[in-house]
């Protein structure tokens, strides 16, 4: 999300290189080529070549939402209750079922919060909104204005 953040905040509407986001985000260049590599593969972004080549994020920023990139990037991220591993689901005791579904819940809160939030949103919420080629511009007006008026609440920046 750091470096998804930096790019849709660093790009205004130019590829930019892996190791410039890297170094502003005190990341490991292998670990985003990466990830990059899956989100070009899913078709996120798209990469340029050459001098002036980087990445450029392919969608909307208000069409990507955390969690497409989550899991996109680390599938491991969404909790999920487990099944008995004897399979023995009768005998699992009152207790064990109220904490399984407790953590099912609680994970699609989670899961739905996730996809709530769009990179416009983390963009205009942290003040970062300063590209000249916003990709949403209607979009992240239209959330600033919201915020302003006290119609939507920030999500928690």
Known sequence: ????????????????????????????????????????????????????????????????????????????????????????????QADEKMNRLLWKQLSDHVTHFMDTVSLADLCVESGSNACPECTCPTYTHEVEDQIKRGVRKPCGL
């Open 1 to 92: 999300m750091q470096a998804l953040f930096d790019l849709a905040h660093h790009s205004h509407g130019q590829p930019v290189p892996l190791h410039l986001i890297a170094q502003r985000q005190d990341l490991s260049l292998p670990f985003l080529e990466q990830i990059f590599n899956k989100l070009k593969k899913a078709g996120l972004v798209t990469s340029v070549r050459g001098p002036k080549g980087g990445y450029i994020i392919t969608r909307p920023c208000n069409e990507v939402s955390v969690g497409d990139v989550l899991r996109l990037t680390d599938s491991s991220f969404y909790a999920s209750a487990k099944d008995d591993p004897t399979g023995a689901k009768s005998a699992i």
